[in-house]
């Protein structure tokens, strides 16, 4: 796939502009400004990665896939507040700043640079992209790709190399794994183009990896994005999103829709037992907020798998078409049967669901989403509210701030409680109109009153991708 001449420079694309343009200062800078007043209570550090090119693309930028890593980091403590941001540097990354432009082409582009270019031990690579999530696991901080080696990423946001686990998990994990509050491991998927197409692991609370184990029934390779687990269950939404290599070696396209094949859905017993498959009619979704086993309001002599997470009809923008935007749904699965019971449980325009993840596996009160209000924007593309939905009583609370493009809300415990409405939710926020960015706390208590602090970012912080709270000890 190697030619002799550089793809082209892009077009400008939209999620390249506005809130979403790049920066490429790294800063380290203490004592932000403070809008009101940081809960003293909040002690450790919210971090978040997203796209962020370390130079203008060349080839295809497709989003949210594209991108090199960067994260931003605010260390919160005693009421203080600082930021640090840093470039995850892989070698494409590093190979890229000697040359002083890019070198890999998107991932819709099917070339890579040869040994002339880039030498032998990077000729005929592809961009690495850990550029979608940021976890600590074991005590070290990873930045995560989409099925491939995490990043360790040091104290001061320095890169550190690749994860393998032990050298277990060669191939990688997964950029959505799942740390159960339980027993404190993570559990994490990974796709693959060869066989086994599916598998899943099990790391242990230290970070020693355990070997992949393949999930039967998968006869080709598609793209998964997020997963869910229960007590008892690893959760994977397999939807008909293939990758086709064929067509794209001949300049097609990598992934292609295929929604008469339907989704399914594979429950695996965390146990190791047989892998149950259930069916239904084509839907996607990029993010699951949680599952959770429970007796079936509908039935209760029958024991169901809730899924809660945002539903797509496609792929977009990845399979883009007329289609309505994501909504907050659930899916309840049953095992013994193979049946899915799927609904739409507010209209509401959403994405990003997340919940307090102490409550993983376990019914969660409460889903926060980005919320998309309708109203004009600069890029319409952004997500300008916040909504969170009470799964108890169907209530749905929104903040609807003017002027702001807003990101995923993590949510932050009060360490003094174990109350899911007793924390804070933490996301960042650039305003279109001037393009300054802040880190928003908002009391999960009454969360439709907005921010009881506004962290004024020293930079802007580009709309990006997933972020945690990681409590300082
Ligand atoms: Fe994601």
Redesign the pocket.
């Known amino acids: 796939m190697t030619a002799p001449t550089r793809p082209s420079p892009i077009p400008p694309d939209v999620h390249l502009t506005g809130p979403y343009t790049p920066v490429t200062a790294e800063v380290d800078v203490a004592d932000l400004r403070i809008d009101g007043a940081l809960p003293t209570d909040l002690d450790g550090s919210y971090v978040r990665n997203g796209p962020n090119p370390r130079f203008s693309p060349i080839g295809s930028f497709l989003y949210?896939i594209d991108g090199d890593g960067m994260l931003h980091r605010v260390v919160l403590s005693e009421g203080r507040a600082r930021y640090t941001n840093r470039f995850v540097r892989t070698p494409m990354v590093r190979k890229e700043e000697e040359v002083g432009h890019a070198i890999w082409p998107g991932f819709a582009t099917p070339w890579q640079p040869g040994a002339d270019e880039v030498g032998p031990l990077l000729a005929g690579t592809m961009r690495q992209l850990p550029d979608?999530?940021v976890v600590r696991h074991g005590g070290t901080l990873l930045a995560l790709a989409e099925c491939d080696q995490p990043y360790r990423m040091g104290p001061q946001l320095e890169t550190l190399g690749q994860e393998t686990f032990g050298g277990q998990l060669p191939a990688g994990i997964c950029?959505?794994p799942k740390t159960d509050p339980r027993t404190g491991e993570m559990i994490a998927f990974c796709y693959n183009l060869q066989p086994p197409f599916l598998t899943w692991t099990t790391i242990a609370p230290d970070g020693t990896g355990t070997p992949p184990r393949p999930v039967e029934g998968v006869e080709r390779p598609s793209m998964i994005?997020?997963m869910a687990i229960t007590e008892r269950y690893v959760v994977l939404v397999v939807a008909p999103l293939y990758f086709d290599m064929e067509a794209a070696s001949s300049g097609g396209s990598m992934l292609a829709w295929h929604p008469e094949a339907g989704t399914r859905i594979a429950l695996v017993p965390r146990d190791g037992g047989p892998v149950r498959w259930c069916e239904d009619e084509a839907f996607w979704l990029?993010?699951t907020a949680n599952a959770y086993e429970v007796k079936d309001p509908a039935d209760p002599a029958v024991d169901v798998v809730v899924v809660d997470y945002a539903e797509w009809a496609r792929p977009s923008p990845i399979a883009p078409g007329p289609a309505a935007g994501p909504r907050p749904a659930r899916a309840v699965i049953d095992p013994a049967a193979g049946t899915v019971r799927r609904e739409i449980v507010a209209d509401l325009e959403v994405e990003?669901p997340r919940i307090d993840d102490r409550l993983l596996g376990r019914p969660q009160p409460v889903s926060a989403f980005a919320l998309r209000t309708g109203r004009p924007m600069p890029h319409p593309t952004c997500w300008d509210a916040l909504a969170w939905h009470d799964l108890r009583t169907g209530r749905v609370t929104r903040w609807e701030p003017v002027d702001l493009a807003l990101g995923e809300p993590a949510f932050a415990p009060d360490p003094r409680s174990d109350a899911p409405d007793r924390g804070w939710w933490l996301t960042y926020a650039t305003r279109f109109s001037t393009g300054e960015s802040s880190l928003l706390v908002i009391p999960a208590a009454d969360p439709g009153s907005g921010p009881v602090a506004t962290v004024r970012m020293p930079v802007r912080v580009p709309l990006g991708?997933?972020g945690n709270w990681l409590p300082s000890g």
């Open positions: 949210p979608v999530n950029a959505h994005h997020d990029w993010h990003f991708l997933h």
